[in-house]
């Protein structure tokens, strides 16, 4: 999924909504959160984990949590994870800014 919206319009709420959802409802076990700059992937990560960290029964679903700056990612005890990747901060590309959310999926 992309979610490419002008400013200020919900896409971080969209695509945390949608990480949540692909993780815990749709039985993703690889989800990708990736954003235009790390500082934004970022946001993405601490979005997520507050769902997590607020409510109980989400929170003993947490096999592991990585918080080092650009290796972010949320491992759930059912094999789910989902990892933020976000390109470092590059004057020469100020401007698109764009967020995804790629579910890998296994074909057998």
């Not at 929170?59 to 994870?81: N, P």
Request: hydrophobic share 40%; glycine share 8%.
């Amino acid at each position: 999924m992309c979610c490419n919206t002008a400013r200020q319009n919900g896409k971080s709420l969209v695509l945390t909504a949608r990480a949540l959802a692909g993780a815990l409802l749709f039985g993703e076990k690889v989800i990708i959160c990736s954003a235009h700059e790390q500082k934004t992937s970022r946001v993405l990560f601490i979005n997520l984990l507050s769902y997590f960290e607020a409510f109980d029964d989400l929170g003993k679903r947490v096999r592991s949590v990585g918080r080092a700056l650009g290796r972010e990612d949320i491992w759930l005890r059912d094999g789910a994870h989902v990892f933020f990747s976000g390109a470092k901060p590059d004057r020469r590309c100020a401007a698109g800014r764009s967020t995804a959310i790629s579910p890998m999926r296994r074909s057998f």
